[in-house]
Nanobody, 119 residues
Framework: EVQLVESGGGLVQPGGSLRLSCAAS????????MNWVRQAPGKGLEWVSL???????????RYADSVKGRFTISRDNAMNTLYLQMNSLKIEDTAVYYC?????????WGRGTQVTVSS
């Protein structure tokens, strides 16, 4: 059974940092690209970032324009864990953050972790 469990969210002041984690199980983690997606209060889902598989010597990453230069996605295949380092947080980054994987056309999501940026 595919399971994704996010953690690391919390309350932080503008300009602060958080590191989110997503523990994965039930599939061969290293073989799949992973995504972070968020949903702000009263808004729809917003894709945040992607990291490719590790089948080659390097991984590729992509970011939404809204987080580029502030967020960094990474993965530890030995620990089956996905990360999102979030720096210079803004109030508009407040959202529930989800990790997501697409396995053979089916999307799997965690339950999310709440990030609140407020002074």
């Amino acid at each position: 059974e595919v399971q994704l469990v996010e953690s690391g969210g919390g309350l932080v002041q503008p300009g602060g940092s958080l590191r989110l984690s997503c523990a994965a199980s039930g599939f061969t983690f290293s073989r799949y690209a992973m995504n972070w997606v968020r949903q702000a209060p009263g808004k729809g889902l917003e894709w945040v970032s992607l990291i490719s598989t590790s089948t080659e010597s390097t991984e590729s990453t992509r970011y939404a324009d809204s987080v580029k230069g502030r967020f960094t996605i990474s993965r530890d295949n030995a620990m089956n864990t996905l990360y999102l380092q979030m720096n210079s947080l803004k109030i508009e980054d407040t959202a529930v953050y989800y990790c997501r994987v697409n396995i053979w056309g089916s999307f799997y999501w965690g339950r999310g972790t709440q990030v609140t940026v407020s002074s």
